[in-house]
């Protein structure tokens, strides 16, 4: 099976930057990746993901700051997160479908706290 290892989440000040990382193990071929997140009292929405054809597809809200970026030779996916508002403020969870299994995983989460 695939399990997914988020790093980088943590507290930083508005207009801070942070860069999360996520890297799945278990030898999987992995294909579309990206990153979601959930602030308090609200529903999981995207920020940014590479879909199975390998496009990039940013929510709104981040667009021109945030940046994805991926490895593939090691399954990894990135986040780039400058200008950081504190309505970014968010439980950011890693995203991976794995062709070799044909499901989708998700990170145990990573805490991204933005203080203005």
């Known amino acids: 099976q695939v399990q997914l290892h988020e790093s980088g989440g943590g507290q930083v000040q508005a207009g801070g930057s942070l860069r999360l990382s996520c890297e799945a193990s278990g030898g999987s071929i992995i294909a579309g990746r990206g990153w979601y997140r959930q602030a308090p009292g609200k529903e999981r929405e995207l920020v940014a993901h590479?879909?199975?054809?390998?496009?990039?597809v940013y929510a709104d809200s981040v667009k021109g700051r945030f940046t994805i970026s991926r490895d593939n030779a090691k399954n990894t996916v990135y986040l780039q997160m400058n200008s950081l508002k504190s309505e970014d403020t968010a439980v950011y969870y890693c995203?991976?479908?794995?062709?070799?299994?044909?499901?989708?995983?998700w990170g145990p989460g990573t805490h991204v706290t933005v203080s203005s």
């Open positions: 995203w991976m479908y794995s062709v070799s299994y044909g499901q989708a995983y």
């Open positions: 590479f879909n199975n054809l390998g496009s990039i």
